[in-house]
């Protein structure tokens, strides 16, 4: 495997400037993404594997250039290089605390009416992703693998994508994806770009399947991309949106218990709180961490619960965070209010409920909170992921101690043997201190044992080889799929073997084939010269030739019943050989035709422009007509309800360009081109079709010799591509020569 370098992108830089004796220096940093990624790009096996030389760091740094090439002289990693990102403060200030955190964070998190709408903030975000692009660019190589992280840098896989279209990009989001209804309240050029910036990496991570589906939705809608078992096809790429669920170093949690500071800073913990036992909560500044919520459930934990007065200590830390910004300094003047409100009403001169620090704490002391607390109380009313939860659980080797999990967290959907809470229902949460307070041993081990084991088999080694093992399958599926216009020089050869073979087969789609696509169905007619075609190449003793179509027989007897052309209706229910008789499917199954009609005429009344199509074997809804955005919102809210009310059915809910369809069960285009295909030993096959309907078609023919082409620029299964119907027409012309 040829070496590559893998450059990460983020915010910051993972390293933080000291004045020392006068003179500036630089020491790494701490934080949410840096003890998240460190265990990774420092492990041996993620760089063996994926031919790793180079790990680079691009972020943004405090420092002007002067500063930082004095301080950077003095700065030794053996993991990484550091790419700085200068950004005058005004700009930073507007990008970060601006639109970064007081548009998407806010609104990320579930508190839209926290969100601002400053147009001076989002072109700021989007200069300084600019000025991220420029550091990549200046950086990157074409094999190297780009890993952008976090929603500061939403627009920068699209900027690099532009300049560098083979680039192998991902992106991580670390916060909830919301959903599209929240999503849809950003300006309407902010949001699709925002959307369009994501869609230039080739595989967009989020930490729960939750996230992942409001992405493919908001996409949808907003962009009209459509997606496929996480595959997404959007503008002639493939981009794949999953999930990897962020992870710790475990290893360096667990073995801290043992640590002597860590033990020596723990036991002086338990010798101040006594007899009494210990509720631990960390957090940053926030108002989604519901730290106000918290402290009205241990208040009322109290006030329900007498008995515990004098006997418990609630050790709460809040590290400062983003105070610059009013709606965090305003939390913080209501946590401090609460504090005093709980410690006045039940405190004594021996006994303070809750202990408040307002600080930082480095990892000995923070190990020594988790480990020699009885219980930990997590309530974030969001959080993407939540790893405090998971620290807390690796580090206690002791097998003790009780995890009280928010389910608004990430994290719950993998704890699951934590007390489960919402972090708004009060009696819940005190009810569940009151559980784990009194839960003995054997339970808390084997709860605490489960979880560690889960943790240990997916650690954030696991998670960072499992993300960029994804992304070099979509890469692969990428050039797979790649769109291969079909080039005279390929066309050349189509013309060779079509007329060196003494058995042909040809397989051709109707609308936007042979026809374009037109506002109504009966509108789509053929002309002179396609029946000219059709009617040589059928007539042709070394050709059979198909309409292979969801048109209706009806419909389809209407203009070809006087050429001698084969043809099938509906996608494969009905087929017709040599003008005989129809061949009806051998079961026939409508008792859901007019429960699936009365859902369908429901919804076009629900969105103008829309209009039912009846066929003898199925039933079609079109929204081609219809206004774009309103038309995607029904199709996908219709295409949910069928799936719904026909899960026990023999049926197919279907969707193509701009349709919703109903069909029974096994009726498809790659049932019918494999049957078709079965009735002579045909030594030319050619099949075109142009919707995802035709996907099937190709996919009954792909690894046979047979030539498949798309009609229009997606990427498709079918190995070569046309541009529209006109250059379907100009090719079966020019088989007609031969």
Known sequence: MRKRNLIIVSNRLPVTFRQVNGTLSLTPSSGGLVSALEGFLTSSKVKEQHGINKIIWIGSTESDERQWKQASR?????????????????????????????????????????????????????????????????????????????????????????????????????IPFPSYELFRLLPKEWRESLLRGLLGADLVGFHTLDYA?????????????????????????????????????????????????????????KKQCGERKIIFSVDRLDYTKGVKQRLLAFRHFLNKFPEYHEKVVFLLLIVPSRDTISKYTESRQEINELVGHINGTFGNVGWQPVVYQYKSVDFSNLLAYYTGSDLALITPLRDGMNLVSKEFVASRKDKRGILI???????????????????????DVSAKIKLALEMDEAEQSRRISTMQRRLSDYDVV???????????????????????VLSPGIFRELLKDYRNASKRLLMLDYDGTLVPLARHPQLAAPGETLFRIIHQLSDDVKNTVFIISGRTRTFLEKWFNNLSVNLVAEHGALLRFNNEDWKMPASDHKE???????????????????????????LAWHYRNSEAELGELRSLELFNELNHLFRTYPVQVVKGKKVIEVRNMGFDKGSAALRIKGLDAFDFILAIGDDSTDEDMFRALHGSFAWTVKVGKDASLAKYNLVDSRDTVSLLNSLTRF
């Open 74 to 174: 003095k700065i030794s990693s053996h993991h990484f290089r550091y790419i700085p990102v200068f950004i005058g403060r005004e700009l930073y200030d507007n990008y970060y605390d601006g639109f970064s955190n007081s548009t998407i964070w806010p609104l990320f998190h579930y508190f839209p009416s926290y969100s601002e709408y400053k147009s001076r903030d989002y072109d700021a975000y989007a200069e300084v992703n600019r000025l991220f692009m420029q550091a990549v660019l200046r950086t990157a190589s074409p094999n190297d693998i780009i890993w952008v992280h976090d929603y500061h840098l939403m627009l920068l896989p699209q900027m690099v994508r532009e300049k560098l279209p083979e680039a192998n990009i991902g992106f991580f989001l670390h």
């Open 213 to 269: 589906s409001h992405f493919h939705k908001s996409a949808h809608m907003l962009l009209g991309a459509d997606e496929e078992m996480g595959i997404i096809k959007f503008e002639n790429r493939l981009i794949a949106a999953d999930v990897f669920p962020v992870s710790i170093d475990y290893r360096k949690f667990f073995e801290a218990f043992d640590d002597s500071k860590v033990a020596a800073l723990r036991q002086d913990l």
């Open 405 to 427: 999990l928010s389910e608004m967290t990430g994290a719950a959907s993998e704890l699951n043997e934590a007390l489960i809470i919402n972090p708004t229902d009060k009696e």
């Open 462 to 484: 696991c998670w960072g080889y499992e993300f960029l093992r994804r992304l070099e399958q979509i890469k692969n599926e990428q050039q797979s799929l790649n769109v291969r």
């Open 592 to 618: 859901w035709k007019d429960t699936a009609r009365q859902v369908m005429l429901s919804c076009s009344r629900r969105c103008a422009g829309s209009f039912v199509e009846e066929k003898e074997f199925s």
